[in-house]
């Protein structure tokens, strides 16, 4: 085990990755890499200056087959787009890694089928992104002590299984009993729960919210939240407005936060029913088309993300919010199956649980196979 180091932040380690991705591997010695460095030793894969370029490079294929979902990093169709997009930047692939920039940049483009100058502007900054968290979440858990063995346990023995399809959540002692009695799990659709303090909504990286007659979380709690005229038409839209001034005020109009970003609007006319804020968690992102794609670290971070915004809203705004509700992140056109969204979800959720008890959690769900996948999820550690 690898005792717990301080990690650089999230920026730090983009920026770093974004002038390596310029500079190339073979020049990493001449880039700056004090973020790199500390993270792929936090991570074990290196000890120090002597292997420091060759323990970066291991961490950031490690952190690219993350991405992937654990399984073999290909170039093809089968494997995760965003993984592939993210090794042809870096020039992961074999025989690729000393291209130049742009031919890199050229290849990770052809992954989506978009223009380089698109891929520049969208898909790169996700990957990008995408990849410091994965190294962030290496770093994390090689420092986390790990769990007895099976047989000391007295559990059985099973044989291990090699290129799990999608990641596990990270390993955890089993929590306190009154952790899984704070979470109710609710056959509800989102936009019909009523007396609870934040809704949150699942969004994609650009925060632009579904159309209200998509059969989404975020269309449904745009169409919901919206202000209507006596003969019913929509004539305040009052999410999709908030979301607009933030991006507007952050300067992001037309560009991508990073996957797990949280915003908080007011609740519009779901008001009415009991909801103090709707929370957009950003956590989708578009593959082209109308595809998305959801890695399920996102949505632990997401949910951590979640409760530290209403944290800082209960200061800030002087906001008694102790009720938060969550829908099924990234298991709609997000395309994570649904039994590992759950784990995740839940994985997350007791772990905020276990450091501030003060909240109840419910999960809200339409279809009932999802919801007794939550309450299994919910019984297991």
Known sequence: MNPMRTLPSHQELVDELRYL???????????????????ALA????????????GIEELLGAAVRRLAGGGPLLDTDGCDPLARAA?????????????????????AAAVYGVSTERF???????????????????????????????????????APVPNPPLPAPPPTTAPPRWVAERITVLLSPIELVRD?????????????????????????????????????EIVGD????????????????????????????????????????????????????????VAPTTVAEAV????????EER??????????????LGAGRGGLPTDVAARWLLWAVKEELRRDPSWSVRLATRKPEHAELLKAANSGP
């Not at 591997?25 to 890499?33: D, E, G, I, Q």
């Not at 991570?43 to 060759?54: H, M, N, Q, S």
């Not at 809704?199 to 998509?214: A, D, G, P």
């Not at 952050?250 to 970003?261: A, D, E, F, Q, S």
Request: aromatic share 4%; with cysteine; glycine share 8%.
């Open 87 to 107: 090794a042809h930047c870096f020039g992961l692939f074999a025989h690729r890694r000393g291209l130049p920039a742009a031919d890199r940049r050229k290849a």
């Open 304 to 311: 951590q993300a979640s409760f530290a915004l209403a944290r």
């Open 196 to 232: 609870v303090d934040i809704l949150v909504s699942s969004e994609n990286i650009y925060l632009e919210m579904s159309k209200t007659f998509r059969p989404t979380v975020s269309g449904a709690l745009r169409r919901a939240a919206a202000v209507r005229n006596p003969s019913g």
């Open 43 to 54: 991570a074990g894969c290196c000890t120090g200056p002597d292997d420091e370029l060759e």
């Open 120 to 158: 520049r502007r969208s898909q790169e900054r996700a990957a990008v992104e995408e990849l410091a968290s994965a190294m962030l979440a290496l770093a994390r858990e090689a420092g986390r002590p790990k769990e007895p063995d099976a047989v000391a346990t007295g559990a059985p023995q099973s």
């Open 315 to 328: 200061t800030a705004l002087s906001l008694p919010l102790s009720t938060i509700c969550f829908p099924l």
């Open 21 to 39: 991705r310029q500079r190339g591997l073979p020049r990493l010695r001449h880039c700056p890499r004090d973020a790199l460095r500390e993270v």
């Open 238 to 293: 009052v999410l999709a407005r908030e979301l607009a001034l933030w991006l507007r005020a952050h300067g992001r109009t037309g560009l991508p936060v990073r996957p797990g970003t949280v915003v908080a609007t007011s609740a519009g006319a779901l008001s009415r029913n009991g909801v103090r804020r709707i929370y957009h968690a950003a956590v989708a992102t578009p593959t082209g088309g109308d595809v998305y794609h």
